[in-house]
């Protein structure tokens, strides 16, 4: 089997919090999100064969818990997903899968079928606005480096939405994260009404919820390159926001790594 394949990091301790990964990075996206910084991996194509692959994950068993896939996004080579999720389990790997949430049949697929131990979904705005997710994700966007893919904004997030709901149903390990980028996405306001979102999707306050420091450095959109970062304490204060609807709330930052937020100590 052939898969349009990027790269992989052999040993991971930040892609999947608390376990140590082997992560594969496959090409592909039905999105463009201008700060995207795996742009390469949505327009140029390579062809592997998987027992690439497969040798790569025989060579990290020794040191890793898990794979992750990851790209790109993953759910557009639903196969070559499902031979990797069933060769990591042969071998006793547990496996996490990051994705956008747009291929919600191929979610309930890969859990009918046991392959997936963790699903890690993005958010990229508040799952009742299909305008802002549209921005978010360079629907339509003109100044895009690459031209946008011609999905449907209100699809998105029904679909981002049946996806959430269908891990949640399964009793699966879930987490959703927003990447926040300063002036674009993810100012207090959005990231309140992005919790919101969740909650009211949900009915739930526990959901784990995590926002992550987007680095605009590699950013798609040449513009965006020299936004400055979110500093970790302007996470926290972007944690805060999202407090008002949800408990389990976490900062991702390249300073800190992964943060549990701490209410008590605010
Ligand atoms: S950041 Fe957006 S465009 Fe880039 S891989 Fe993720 S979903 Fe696709």
Same mark, same amino acid.
């Given at each position: 089997?052939?898969?349009?394949?990027?790269?992989?990091?052999?040993?991971?301790?930040?892609?999947?919090?608390?376990?140590?990964?082997?992560?594969?990075?496959?090409?592909?996206?039905?999105?463009?999100?201008?700060?995207?910084?795996?742009?390469?991996?949505?327009?140029?194509?390579?062809?592997?064969?998987?027992?690439?692959?497969?040798?790569?994950?025989?060579?990290?068993?020794?040191?890793?818990?898990?794979?992750?896939?990851?790209?790109?996004?993953?759910?557009?080579?639903?196969?070559?997903?499902?031979?990797?999720?069933?060769?990591?389990?042969?071998?006793?790997?547990?496996?996490?899968?990051?994705?956008?949430?747009?291929?919600?049949?191929?979610?309930?697929?890969?859990?009918?079928?046991? @392959?997936?131990?963790?699903?890690? !979904?993005?958010?990229? =705005?508040?799952?009742?606005?299909? *305008?802002?997710?549209?921005? &978010?994700? #360079?629907?339509?966007?003109?100044?895009?480096?690459?031209?946008?893919?011609?999905?449907?904004?209100?699809?998105?997030?029904?679909?981002?939405?049946?996806?959430?709901?269908?891990?949640?149903?399964?009793?699966?390990?879930?987490?959703?994260?927003?990447?926040?980028?300063?002036?674009?996405?993810?100012?207090?306001?959005?990231?309140?009404?992005?919790?919101?979102?969740?909650?009211?999707?949900?009915?739930?306050?526990?959901?784990?919820?995590?926002?992550?420091?987007?680095?605009?450095?590699?950013?798609? @959109?040449?513009?965006?390159?020299? !936004?400055?970062?979110? =500093?970790?304490?302007?996470?926290? *204060?972007?944690?805060?926001? &999202?407090? #008002?609807?949800?408990?389990?709330?976490?900062?991702?930052?390249?300073?800190?790594?992964?943060?549990?937020?701490?209410?008590?100590?605010?």
């Amino acid at each position: 089997m052939k898969v349009n394949y990027g790269s992989s990091i052999p040993i991971s301790t930040v892609d999947w919090h608390g376990r140590v990964s082997v992560v594969f990075f496959l090409r592909k996206c039905p999105f463009r999100c201008p700060y995207c910084q795996n742009h390469e991996l949505l327009v140029e194509s390579k062809m592997e064969d998987i027992a690439v692959l497969e040798k790569a994950i025989n060579k990290s068993r020794p040191f890793v818990s898990s794979i992750v896939v990851s790209g790109g996004e993953p759910f557009m080579q639903k196969k070559a997903c499902q031979h990797l999720a069933r060769f990591a389990k042969d071998n006793g790997l547990l496996v996490g899968i990051h994705t956008c949430g747009y291929y919600p049949e191929v979610v309930v697929e890969m859990i009918y079928e046991g @392959l997936v131990d963790k699903f890690f !979904i993005d958010v990229k =705005s508040p799952l009742n606005d299909p *305008g802002m997710y549209s921005r &978010a994700i #360079g629907c339509c966007e003109t100044q895009a480096a690459v031209e946008c893919t011609g999905v449907d904004p209100e699809e998105v997030v029904k679909n981002v939405s049946e996806s959430i709901l269908t891990v949640m149903r399964s009793g699966l390990e879930l987490e959703l994260r927003t990447t926040v980028i300063r002036d674009f996405i993810g100012d207090a306001d959005d990231v309140s009404r992005i919790a919101a979102s969740i909650s009211e999707l949900t009915g739930k306050r526990d959901v784990t919820y995590v926002i992550q420091q987007g680095i605009p450095e590699h950013a798609m @959109l040449e513009s965006m390159r020299d !936004i400055r970062p979110y =500093s970790r304490d302007e996470m926290l *204060g972007l944690a805060a926001a &999202a407090h #008002g609807f949800l408990d389990d709330v976490w900062v991702r930052t390249k300073e800190s790594g992964n943060e549990k937020v701490q209410w008590e100590s605010f």
